[in-house]
């Protein structure tokens, strides 16, 4: 076993650290940044269905599902088509409005998870079209999607999904920028710009891993915490939100995520010395209100760690604690922030002698509703 870990201590680790290869597995052969052009084969026979498509809906559960509010954030921003994401368990007993029209996208690392499928399974009841983004290779949803885009992340043993929700993202944005392409929503010039980034992604993580050291001494000060909250803006809100889970799951600590602007509205009676409040205030179009919000929880006294863009002084000022990320468009942003919450779920719950690769109570696909 240990052999299969690769000198890691726990798969998760080793999973953590395959992240610049998994992102770099995923866009291959998908991607031709000097030509400013995407290309996805397991969809392309559905290119005009995307083309004049109105309506996307995701269905998900678990991680899977925040990796689709990234992709609604994605998929609205570049390519302008309206993006609805659902727990696969909700949608599927609440006789939903689905038509010949829409695609409905499923994502499942596993591909077994049953009420994913048994989502995917009425929209095609109702006559969506519908896609799997899906890890492994030729399991039950890929089998029954018209499409699909495969992860290439890799297996994935810890139970706690790391590698293929990255993975998963980076599918979700080559999706959204592949129908930009097909629209013309993003000019030729701005899809260069952005594949060229995209393609120095796998890059960025290995840098962005290095704060490996850093995120276990914040994990010292964090790891006897009985609540925690993640607060993050626009698409680093799903980030914000998978922070959480990562922390509940593994290291059994009630952790919340939030949108940072939400906070008034019930969360901020919570704050005291106490509470460890995580902000994701990379520099972004949401900085500045960001900033405000860290500024009413010091204000009551709570003690912040930040996720920063790489040079920022002035969020590492407020905060108690911060990481640094390099600098990247807002589009990737969630690839690299994901990273150091990881590795402090990681770090608290080994801290806390939990059994990190197999928590209590949860399995790693479930095939039972
Ligand atoms: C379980 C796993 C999670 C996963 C979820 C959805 O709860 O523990 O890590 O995100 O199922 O699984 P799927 O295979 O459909 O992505």
Known sequence: EM?????????????????????????????????GKVQLGGIKEYADKLKNVDRIIIVACG?????????????????????EVEYASEFRYRNPIISERDIVIAI??????????????????????????????????????????????GPEIGVASTKAFTAQVTVLTLIGFYIAQLRGTLTKSK??????????????????????????????????????????????????????????????????????????????ALIDAELPVVFIATKNSSYEKVISNIQEVKARGGRVLAIVTEGDTEVRNMADYSIEIPATDDAFVPLLATIPLQLLSYHIAVMRNCNVDQPRNLAKSVTVE
Request: with cysteine; aromatic share 8%.
């Open 3 to 35: 052999l299969e870990k690769g000198g890691y201590d726990h798969f998760m680790l080793k999973e953590i650290y395959e992240q610049s290869r998994s992102i770099r597995d995923c866009l291959r052969g998908r991607i031709y940044p000097e030509k």
């Open 63 to 83: 991680t899977s599902w925040h990796a689709g509010l990234v992709g609604e954030y994605l998929i609205e921003e570049y390519a302008r088509v309206s993006v």
């Open 108 to 153: 499942s690392q596993s591909g077994e998870t049953a009420d994913t499928m048994a989502a995917l399974e009425l929209a095609k009841e109702k006559g969506a079209t519908i896609f799997g983004i899906c890890n492994v290779v030729g399991a039950s949803i890929p089998r029954i999607t018209h499409a699909g885009v495969y992860t290439h992340a």
């Open 191 to 268: 899809l260069i710009a952005y594949l060229t980034e995209l393609d120095q992604i796998p890059e960025l993580v290995e840098q962005t891993l290095k704060c490996n050291e850093e995120v276990k001494k914040i994990a010292a000060a964090f790891k006897d915490a009985s609540n925690c909250l993640f607060l993050g803006r626009g698409s680093s809100f799903p980030v914000a939100l998978e922070g959480a889970l990562k922390l509940k799951e593994i290291s059994y600590i009630h952790a919340e995520g939030y949108p940072a602007a939400e906070m008034k509205h019930g969360p901020i």
